[in-house]
């Protein structure tokens, strides 16, 4: 059952360079940009915050990069959101970090001001991808930034890791995946790298393993976190026992949740809308822009199968009014003998293998879905 809680994401549109592979909204920010970004995101807030009574109870600040952010200019987020919103007390307030900024005064003001999470970029513990990936911190710094969250007193902490990496193998990701749980992390996001349009990695010459290789690293990756005591509780998320993260959660259970910042999506009374990726419009006059999509079958089929728990039955008919198709339980039987669902009277949930390939299987089901139409 949903509540009437409200997440909130803001985003941080900032990058002291842009790394090989992102395709994340993020600009080199001057002085002048940031003050003009952050008198319009205060704005911003505070427009939401006139709009809706409904407490927040999870809170997002991402990125880009919110580790440039001064005291002053997290402050004047933080405190534009306790004035506009009922910030519940025992919400999860996370912050990303990158390990290449000066964490230990940032941790410090991050906590005094409320953030209770921190998510740190790690993406690989060996310097020579790391160097291709074009970051701007050494495995060394990963360490030492949760070393520092720890002695701040973060005690929920995730690590993001990368796989598919070029020039990767089994035994490179081995020794990845090694150096991360050293971390003692409570939670780990796991990527597979995917070279989009648009970003440097795409006009580079690059050694990608191929679909099987990557997905032997995925496997393997998901084994390991298993062994190490990790819930594999979605496609591409592993937490301790109570340590999913509850923000996350929320997207992947169609729950609403307010984004604010160039390029990020709201879900909210239905609707599905989204700022334009441009930091000048938003400071300009920050509009959101309809997507006309929202709370169907297909969304909830999607995004319940990313999660460990799966579609469930009595949701579905919950929300629809009517029991799923016959023929979607068929097409999942028929996956399930391949060992990439399993099927039982309480709905369908996807495999490790099957979570691999994932948009294969959901899309059979959107067939059926848009058969129906
Ligand atoms: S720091 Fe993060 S958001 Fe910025 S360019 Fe690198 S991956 Fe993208």
């Known amino acids: 059952m949903t509540n009437n809680n409200l997440g909130l994401y803001i985003h941080i549109p900032f990058c002291q360079k842009k790394c090989n592979y992102c395709d994340f909204y993020s600009v080199v920010p001057t002085e002048d940009i940031k003050k003009r970004y952050i008198e319009s995101l205060v704005n911003e807030i505070k427009k939401w915050g006139e709009r809706t ?16 952010l001064s005291e002053a ?9 306790r004035n506009g919103f009922n910030l519940l007390d025992n919400a999860e307030i996370t912050v990303e970090v990158n390990p290449g900024d000066n964490l230990e005064n940032f941790l410090k003001y991050a906590v005094s001001l409320g953030v209770n999470r921190v998510s740190i970029g790690v993406q690989s513990c060996l310097e020579n991808e790391l160097c291709t990936l074009g970051r701007r911190h050494t495995a060394n710094d990963a360490k030492k930034a949760v070393a520092m969250a720890r002695n701040i007193g973060i005690n929920n902490i995730s690590a993001d890791i990368m796989l598919g990496l070029p020039d990767s193998t089994l035994d490179t990701l081995k020794k990845s995946i090694d150096g991360v749980l050293c971390l003692e992390t409570e939670h780990i996001s796991a990527y597979i790298l995917k070279v989009e349009k648009g ?11 191929d679909d099987d290789k990557t997905a032997e ?8 976190m298993k062994n190490a005591g990790y819930e594999h509780y979605e496609i591409s998320n592993f937490a301790k026992p109570g340590y999913q993260s509850r923000h996350n959660n929320r997207y992947w259970k169609q729950e609403e949740y307010i984004g604010i910042g160039p390029s990020a999506h709201s879900f909210f009374k239905g609707d599905r809308f989204y700022y334009e990726r441009d930091i000048d419009s938003f400071i300009k006059c920050a509009e959101v822009i309809l997507d006309g999509t929202g709370g169907d079958e297909a969304e909830y089929i999607m995004l319940s199968l990313r999660l460990a728990s799966g579609l469930n039955f009595n949701e579905y008919i919950e929300k629809f009014k009517k029991p799923i198709s016959n023929q979607i339980i068929d097409k999942a039987k028929h996956f399930e003998k391949h060992g990439l669902c399993t099927v039982s009277n309480k709905g369908i949930s996807l495999t490790a293998k099957g979570m691999l390939v994932s948009n294969t299987i959901i899309s059979e089901f959107l067939g059926v879905i848009y058969e129906d139409i």
Not at 53 to 68: K, V
Not at 73 to 81: D, H, P, Q, T
Not at 199 to 209: A, D, E, G, Q
């Open 53 to 68: 009574a409904r407490p927040i109870d999870t809170m997002y600040i991402g990125g880009g990069t919110p580790s440039l």
């Open 199 to 209: 970003t440097p990695f795409y006009k580079m010459p690059l050694n990608i393993p």
């Open 217 to 224: 690293q995925y496997v393997f990756l998901c084994e390991s």
């Open 73 to 81: 200019e997290l402050s004047a987020i933080l405190g534009a959101v």
